[in-house]
């Protein structure tokens, strides 16, 4: 059993910022390419980042500049850096990870999310 629990939303003032974390826990041999995604209210959920296990990024051009993703392979724990928020990064934020739960079956997992708001 995998689990991914996110956490660090909040509510804040449009250009303050927020830091989201995303743990792994469960039987898990090995982390590969972690992911953010978010939604809004009324619209489908999109990606926003990708870090792969050996530190590889990648950012929707809506945040690109603004946010950054980070992450620890020993704690199984992925990391979004958001600053200088905009009312429009309001949402629910939800991490995915591509996880080996043995050495040749990877699954693809989602976390509950963490509810973001920026206030104008």
């Known amino acids: 059993q995998v689990q991914l629990v996110e956490s660090g939303g909040g509510l804040v003032q449009a250009g303050e910022s927020l830091r989201l974390s995303c743990v792994a826990s469960?039987?898990?041999?090995?982390?590969?390419?972690m992911h953010w995604y978010r939604q809004a209210p009324g619209k489908q959920r999109e990606w926003v980042t990708t870090i792969t296990r050996g530190g590889d990024t990648n950012y929707a051009d809506s945040v690109k500049g603004r946010f950054a993703i980070s992450r620890n392979n020993a704690k199984n724990t992925v990391y979004l850096q958001m600053n200088s928020l905009k009312p429009e990064d309001t949402g629910v934020y939800f991490c995915?990870?591509?996880?080996?739960?043995?050495?040749?079956?990877?699954?693809?997992?989602w976390g509950q999310g963490t509810q973001v708001t920026v206030s104008s």
């Open positions: 995915n990870a591509e996880i080996m739960i043995t050495t040749r079956y990877e699954r693809h997992y």
């Open positions: 469960g039987t898990i041999f090995s982390v590969n390419a």
